[in-house]
């Protein structure tokens, strides 16, 4: 049978167009995941870029005992302490649930910042070495931040129809709270 002009073709399920361009379907619970991992990325930027402050002020305050020996175990010690928390963190990741993994990691980051924030000893190099081992500790936290996080908010985003968009909110929780961190 033949279709005049004017007539619409039938069409089948083969011939509907997509709309990508249609409202996103993201949760609240998308949306605070978002804002969660954004706030928990820049704790990681604020802890890590403090420590050069810290090192400042510890070179004015302790000028005889603080050397570039101290200076570089601290830095070092938060350092091994994220690489040693991210592939902890990213090996269980398997086993365990992202919001689990992120609220263990933020806890044993506060921690060990609290702890290192207290430090004390008997003379100041071993005031030093406790701060060390504590930055380690909350270190090990912050890199099970980074791994949480990263999933976390790769989950959330994917729920943006438009690849446009999901970039732009990614950059802006992820990025963003990386590079401001120092600044706060």
């Known amino acids: 049978?033949?279709?005049?002009?004017?007539?619409?073709?039938p069409q089948d399920e083969s011939s509907f167009q997509y709309d990508f361009e249609s409202k996103?379907?993201?949760?609240?619970?998308?949306?605070?995941?978002?804002?969660?991992c954004a706030i928990s990325l820049l704790?990681?930027?604020?802890?890590t870029g403090m420590m050069?402050?810290?090192?400042?002020?510890?070179?004015?305050?302790?000028?005889?005992?603080?050397?570039s020996t101290i200076n570089e175990r601290i830095i070092n010690s938060?350092?091994?302490?994220?690489?040693?928390?991210?592939?902890?963190f990213?090996?269980?990741s398997r086993f365990i649930d992202k919001l689990t993994m992120s609220v263990v990691s933020s806890g044993i980051s506060f921690v060990g910042t609290a702890i290192a924030t207290a430090s004390q000893g008997s003379t100041t190099h071993k005031m030093f070495w406790m701060m060390s081992i504590c930055l380690g500790v909350a270190g090990f936290g912050l890199g099970g931040h980074m791994v949480?996080?990263?999933?976390?908010?790769?989950?959330?985003?994917?729920?943006?129809?438009?690849?446009k968009k999901r970039a732009r909110v990614f950059?802006?929780?992820?990025?963003?709270?990386?590079?401001?961190?120092?600044?706060?």
Not at 43 to 47: D, P, Q, V
Not at 78 to 88: D, K, N, S, T, V
């Open 148 to 163: 949480s996080a990263a999933t976390l908010l790769i989950k959330a985003v994917n729920n943006f129809k438009t690849s």
């Open 52 to 67: 050069s402050m810290v090192s400042l002020t510890f070179t004015l305050k302790y000028p005889l005992i603080f050397d």
């Open 90 to 92: 990213g090996l269980i």
């Open 43 to 47: 704790s990681f930027s604020f802890i």
């Open 78 to 88: 938060i350092l091994i302490g994220e690489l040693i928390g991210m592939l902890f």
């Open 24 to 36: 996103s379907v993201v949760s609240s619970r998308d949306r605070c995941i978002m804002v969660m």
């Open 171 to 184: 950059i802006l929780c992820s990025n963003l709270p990386l590079i401001s961190g120092l600044f706060i």
């Open 1 to 9: 049978e033949s279709y005049q002009q004017g007539e619409s073709y």
